[in-house]
């Protein structure tokens, strides 16, 4: 039987809305998992200063220390899309808000596009 292993990384410093980790092999976009005493925290890998990663969480710091373990996930932050999303009430991830739980369906990631301002069409109707 073959094993998977995980190569965690760690936090060494929390600087308000942010993190900085020691992690192997993160890239920015990719999706991480901060492993705290009480819960685990998600967030995305957006930068580097000199060998660690910048994670902006995508919850609350509040509980991480130094020394809790990071783990980079190598994958893009994602969502679900597709039929069974309709109707539903969930978070960006594709998780229901009722019990938290994924919906099946097909992972697309999040992605932000660059977008010209000078080339938007002028907005016409108010909202």
Known sequence: MDKVFRVYGKVVKVSGVYLEATVPEGAVGNQCIIKTETEDVEGEVIGFHENRCLIMPF????????????????EPVSTVVGEKALGQILDPFGRRISDGRLIPGEKRPIELKDINPLQRERIREVF
Request: glycine share 18%; net charge positive; no cysteine.
């Open 59 to 74: 919850g609350s710091l509040l509980g991480v220390k130094t020394g809790d373990r990071v783990w980079i996930r190598r």
